[in-house]
């Protein structure tokens, strides 16, 4: 998946489909057609005292389907810091975070400040909640409790590697969708982001947009390109998977497998270096004892789960391994699951769950995390045997993962199929896209995004930041990788090849 911390941290929720087919595109859909007038924007002072100075925010009105656009109208919440340097201005630069289920408008409060001061007023800022997310319009599913925590969302095998109850949940939740979403549920697309994007655009009065897109904000940035690239002036993807029809989505999430297993050595050398001892957080003696520490210590807590600071929620061998997802999201996170390891191994202690394990998500994010996967892409026909076969041999090849990265989604499930194929991303375009790429990210991992790096062709350059971690620039990077991004979108000027940046 950067963002808020539920929502970005479920980038790999969002990876649940395999596509039916390919397709291409280099302008608006054929089917959609032109809505009669811009829409007027209303800017007025945002709701959230928290927000940087200058923050404003506004409704969108988009059409619920782009074949009938002065139809019913869905809202867009959509925010923007103007630049506060008329003289230096350049464009629009539009921010587009992880999921699905990331709050452009929460991102761009986050990153607001640090972008002013490295952009220097070349842009004024903008940002969009998805529909289906924050302050846009919402759908829900009417979700049972236990269905909607994230060891539940995230199709976390049994102790054993069984997956019945995987399959039950992922059948219960893709009804409970069918049932209680309605047409609002359906309209939670890639596409219909990317559309409700140059809506915006058009709203903005811009002729071009300049776009910064992290996690699944790569796909949905890769995919506006693709279907306007007239409209695109300087773009990054920092965080990219592999773009292929055929792996959108349930590609993304089988990827994390060896993801997690390229990021994890950071984190076990973090974890025996003798500086942890002076915090009481060193787990081993040496970084290669890490590893077996952990896999033994979730494998206890799946036979006998340890009773948490959280009444009724205990946590389990499932949850141990959630919270190791997330952790190595960043270097900073590293702190707090080693302190979690230290309490579940320490029978005086009750462990304190991270906020992300502690309470079920909320009915409406839940419904857009499921729906956008299971609306772009088809799921596979596939027998519940060949789904356990994959879980065995995964669990056996990343036992960090412990096969859920290829197990059942409700997507296998769904009533409503895609009401288009996804869009092949292609060299047909203008050569004006940044890429930037962790050495070993998690959620993304550089072979993925070498995928995006290859389909893209002359279109990009391509950053690579040799350390581990999942979005990069003005977060997890370096100074390097943010010289990089910021020279190209107040400059223009990007490497004339692809290259490295070391720490």
């Known amino acids: 998946m950067t963002t808020y911390p539920k929502k970005a941290l479920l980038l790999a929720l969002a990876a649940a ?10 302008a608006a859909p054929a089917a959609a057609r032109p809505t009669t007038a811009a829409p007027q924007l209303g800017w007025h002072t945002c709701a959230d005292p928290d927000v940087p100075a200058g923050q404003e925010c506004a409704e969108l009105p988009v059409p619920l389907d782009y074949d009938d656009p002065d ?32 709050s452009g408008v929460q991102r761009l409060k986050q990153k607001g400040d640090a972008l002013r001061r490295e952009l220097g007023g070349a842009y004024d800022l903008v940002a969009f909640d ?42 219960r939740i893709a009804e409970a969708c069918a049932r209680n979403g309605g047409p609002e549920l359906r309209s939670f697309t890639t596409a219909n982001q990317v559309r409700d994007m140059d809506r915006f655009r058009e709203a903005l009065g811009e002729r071009k947009l300049s776009a910064w897109g992290t996690s699944y904000g790569t796909y949905v940035g890769a995919v506006y390109a693709q279907k306007y690239p007239q409209r695109t002036d300087r773009w990054v993807l920092d965080s990219s998977g592999d773009p292929d029809p055929r792996r959108v989505a349930r590609g993304w999430l089988a990827n994390m497998s060896q993801g997690a297993a390229d990021r994890f050595p950071d984190f076990a050398a973090w974890a025996a270096h003798p500086d942890r001892d002076g915090d009481g957080l060193r787990l081993a003696g040496r ?23 959280t009444p009724g929620v205990p946590l389990t061998g499932n949850g141990l391994r959630q919270a190791l997802q997330n952790a190595l999201y960043s270097d900073s996170a590293f702190a707090a699951f080693a302190r979690l390891v230290k309490e579940a191994g320490d029978p005086a202690k009750k462990p304190a769950l991270p906020r992300e394990l502690a309470q079920p998500i909320p009915d409406p994010d839940a419904a857009l995390m499921v729906a956008v996967i299971c609306n772009d892409v088809a799921w596979p026909d596939v027998p519940t045997a060949s789904y356990q076969r994959a879980v065995d041999a995964d669990r056996a090849r990343h036992p960090l993962t412990a096969g859920m990265p290829v197990n059942v989604l409700p997507c296998s499930f769904w009533k409503d199929a895609p009401a288009q194929k996804p869009t092949r991303i292609t060299d047909d375009g203008p050569s004006n896209v940044l890429m930037l790429q962790s050495r070993r990210d998690p959620a993304t991992p550089l072979f993925g995004g070498l995928k995006m790096r290859e389909a893209l062709g002359d279109r990009a350059r391509l950053v690579t930041v040799e350390q581990g971690g999942h979005g990069l620039y003005l977060g997890n990077g370096n100074a390097c990788g943010n010289r990089a991004v910021t020279e190209f979108l107040t400059t223009g000027r990007r490497p004339a090849r692809d290259t490295d940046c070391a720490n």
């Not at 489909?17 to 397709?23: D, F, K, N, P, Q």
């Not at 290669?288 to 948490?308: C, G, I, K, N, Q």
Request: proline share 8%.
């Open 287 to 309: 970084p290669e004892e890490v590893e077996p520490l952990v896999v033994s210590l979730a494998a206890v807590l799946d036979r006998a789960p340890r009773e948490s600071t």
């Open 71 to 102: 139809g019913r109208q869905l809202t867009v919440a959509v925010s923007r810091i103007r630049s506060d340097r008329p003289e230096a201005r350049r464009g629009t630069l539009v921010v587009l975070p992880g999921g699905p289920g990331g």
């Open 17 to 26: 489909s395999v596509a039916a087919g390919l397709t291409t595109a280099t």
């Open 130 to 171: 998805p529909r289906g997310v924050g302050a846009s319009t919402t759908a829900t599913c009417g979700l049972a409790l236990e269905d909607r925590y994230l060891t539940s969302l995230r199709s976390w095998p049994g102790p054993n590697g069984e997956i019945t109850e995987n399959v039950a949940r992922s059948r």
